[in-house]
């Protein structure tokens, strides 16, 4: 096995909804990045201080209130503080593992938290939730991991420069690919089911990723998991 179950439903149902978030993100950042490409290259600078997070503003491994509420806005248009069963229907337009109204209201029931319906996700219950979505900061040189380690992750982009490694059996090491910030990357290794990295990913300038636990990713993203209810 590649991970452990969730040990209940309530793991399950709070593992999707936050993979569903994360998604969220994810195409955020892709949009901003594709902004940014259009800019002239002497505004890029100014771009990207606006709207990107700054690597020394980082104050920990949590998502930044900016980007926390942006996503959450993306479902509760409204301003209604909480989101319900259509916010889900309108965002996710059941492109997550085909989900239906059903169980999309199951999400929301096992993150609901103490709302006393169980229908509701407030800010305070959201934040919570993905709480599990980290961020982490890397110098230039390091390795968001290398070829051989765990598949553990899956990642985004938030900043700076990746390259992609791959390792020969002669020893030699070649340069595959250069990824930018707003794209993802880790996925391959947990759509093949595979246990280990077969890159490596080596920080060309610092770099900022956001990242979602492979238990999450499979239950969130893949259409065929062992842990369907």
Same mark, same amino acid.
Request: hydrophobic content about 35%; proline content about 2%; overall charge neutral.
């Given at each position: %096995?590649?991970?452990?179950a969730p040990?209940?439903s #309530?793991?399950?149902l709070? *593992?999707?909804?936050? +993979?569903?978030?994360f998604?969220?993100?994810?195409?955020?950042? /892709?949009?901003?990045?594709?902004?940014?490409?259009?800019k002239a &290259?002497?505004?890029?600078s100014?771009? &990207?201080?606006k709207?990107l997070?700054?690597?020394?503003s980082v104050?920990?491994?949590?998502l930044?209130?900016?980007?926390?509420?942006? +996503? $959450?806005r993306? $479902?509760?248009?409204?301003g209604?503080g909480?989101i319900?069963?259509?916010?889900?229907?309108?965002v996710?337009g059941? /492109?997550?593992?085909?989900a239906s109204? /059903?169980?999309?209201?199951?999400?929301?029931?096992? *993150?609901?938290?103490a709302?006393?319906?169980?229908?509701?996700?407030?800010y305070?219950?959201y934040v919570?939730?993905?709480?599990?979505t980290l961020?982490?900061t #890397?110098?230039t040189g390091?390795y968001?991991?290398?070829?051989?380690?765990p598949a553990?992750?899956f990642y985004?982009l938030?900043?700076g420069?990746?390259?992609v490694?791959?390792?020969?059996?002669?020893?030699?090491t070649?340069?595959l690919?250069t990824?930018?910030a707003? &794209?993802? $990357?880790g &996925?391959t290794s947990?759509l093949?089911?595979?246990?280990s990295?077969?890159?490596?990913m080596r920080? %060309?300038?610092p770099?900022?990723?956001?990242?979602?636990s492979?238990r999450d990713?499979e239950v969130?993203?893949?259409e065929?998991?062992?842990w369907?209810p």
């Amino acid at each position: %096995a590649n991970t452990a179950a969730p040990n209940d439903s #309530f793991e399950l149902l709070t *593992a999707k909804l936050r +993979a569903a978030c994360f998604a969220v993100v994810l195409q955020q950042q /892709s949009e901003q990045a594709c902004l940014r490409r259009t800019k002239a &290259e002497q505004k890029r600078s100014c771009v &990207e201080q606006k709207r990107l997070p700054r690597r020394h503003s980082v104050r920990g491994s949590m998502l930044d209130h900016d980007m926390l509420s942006k +996503a $959450f806005r993306e $479902f509760d248009t409204e301003g209604k503080g909480f989101i319900g069963i259509t916010d889900l229907e309108r965002v996710l337009g059941g /492109s997550i593992q085909g989900a239906s109204r /059903s169980e999309l209201q199951k999400w929301l029931e096992g *993150a609901a938290g103490a709302d006393r319906e169980g229908q509701r996700v407030t800010y305070d219950n959201y934040v919570r939730l993905m709480q599990h979505t980290l961020k982490q900061t #890397f110098a230039t040189g390091d390795y968001v991991f290398q070829q051989g380690d765990p598949a553990n992750f899956f990642y985004c982009l938030l900043d700076g420069e990746l390259e992609v490694l791959q390792t020969k059996r002669d020893g030699s090491t070649h340069v595959l690919n250069t990824l930018q910030a707003g &794209e993802h $990357f880790g &996925e391959t290794s947990l759509l093949e089911g595979r246990d280990s990295r077969s890159v490596s990913m080596r920080c %060309a300038t610092p770099v900022q990723v956001l990242k979602l636990s492979r238990r999450d990713f499979e239950v969130g993203f893949l259409e065929q998991t062992k842990w369907s209810p």
